[in-house]
């Protein structure tokens, strides 16, 4: 039967004339980006299953599902009885969550990053005990075929499942209010009793969602209490609105020194900066609004001795302390931003804020998906130094 019924269609588009073949064209794409986008879901599914060495590891995978409930419990038992081991007091956790697109599969591209990333800052700072944590949900619903390049750093083309980052937003927020915050509830517990230095959480597009609504609570929980966070948060090109970030706006502080969080925003992100725009009816990504702080600038040749001829109003300002400061090591210039708006009339004012948003060239972060290099590394590993400096607590292997 159906050997006949493909017979018959043949037999008629066979005799079909050339003009109405152009028409059949539309409907021809349009059949095939239905079949492409919903022809190959993505499952919601379990990718690790930890074992008795997993309690070893330095490296860790916790999963979640679109309810925001972990797929395996078993994964974060085996993550805490290795934070409990001897040695943990000195650990610091280095925690990723992916955004649209990604998972934790095995060969997923941030995984396969990430992995790497944990490698090379601990090969850049040796004397830092480092366990490194994987957040994996469902940042996608479909797998389409083809043009999607979520996987390249200046990639801007994602036309087939476009419109699964409405669905995708709501369930990042969930995983990020659900799971991961109760996550981060047992971890705060442990900083606390002195069985883990920190945690560094770094969230990226989606995941910067799930970092945000898992964490702005206890931010400000902290702040109101007067209590220094020595944990800290990084948010890449995250896919959050101004809207969003609002109530930790107001935020300063408790040591006038380090922020509880730092967003960083490429000028070239075209995902996050034009696209989340246009999805959100013209409501700016918090990256790209009223709320930054700062602006960090790669020094010529990552060379911060070199002397630029600045302009005298620029140099001015960089004159005045805690205005200008620099990344010497990974050759980063970063700049407070003044009378950009209201409450922010000097440097300090910047500076204490609890929540730093910097503006980023795209030396530095390359388009969207151009985070988690070797330099971002050394950057964080030099950056961990300061704050110990300022804490009294460098390793002795510096």
Known sequence: ???????????????????????????????????????????????????AET?????????????????????????????????????????????????????DANFVAFKNYIAELQKIAPERNLIGLYLGWRGDKYDPLWLDESYRSEGWLEP???????????????????????????????????????????????GGSVAI????????AAIDK?????????????AITAKEYKPLDSLLSVDRQKPSMVVLQSKGDFAVKEAFNFLKDGERAVGNSWAITHDIDKCPRGNCEIQLNLNSQLAQHDAIPGCMMQLDRSGWRIRARVHARRGIDSCDDANMQAVWVLAVSDDI??????????????????????????????????
Request: hydrophobic fraction near 45%; charged fraction near 20%.
């Open 55 to 107: 309690a070893r590891s330095n490296f860790h995978v916790v999963e979640f599902n679109d309810e925001g409930k972990p797929h395996d419990m078993a994964q974060q038992e085996a993550l805490f009885k290795r934070i409990t081991m001897p040695d943990s007091a000195t650990a610091e956790l280095v925690i990723f969550v992916h955004g649209w697109h990604q998972s934790a599969e095995p060969h």
């Open 365 to 398: 972060i390359f388009g969207h998906n151009g985070i988690l290099t070797p330099d971002h590394a050394g950057a964080l590993a030099e950056i961990l130094r300061l704050i110990d400096r300022h804490n009294n607590q460098i390793p002795e292997a510096i």
């Open 1 to 51: 039967m159906l050997v006949r019924v493909v017979q018959y269609c043949w037999f008629r588009l066979s005799r079909l004339s050339w003009l109405s073949w152009v028409k059949l064209v539309p409907i021809f794409f349009f059949v095939l980006l239905l079949v492409s986008t919903f022809g190959f879901p993505v499952p919601d599914q379990q990718y690790h299953f930890p074992t």
């Open 160 to 206: 087939l499942d476009f419109p699964s980052i409405f669905q995708r937003k709501r369930v990042s927020r969930r995983v990020g209010e659900v799971g991961v915050s109760r996550l981060l509830d047992r971890l705060d517990a442990v900083v606390e009793q002195g069985l883990l230095k920190r945690y560094i959480f770094i969230g990226h597009s989606l």
């Open 226 to 238: 007067g209590k220094q966070n020595p944990n800290l948060y990084l948010l890449l090109n995250p």
């Open 213 to 220: 609504h898992a964490s702005k609570g206890r931010i400000k």
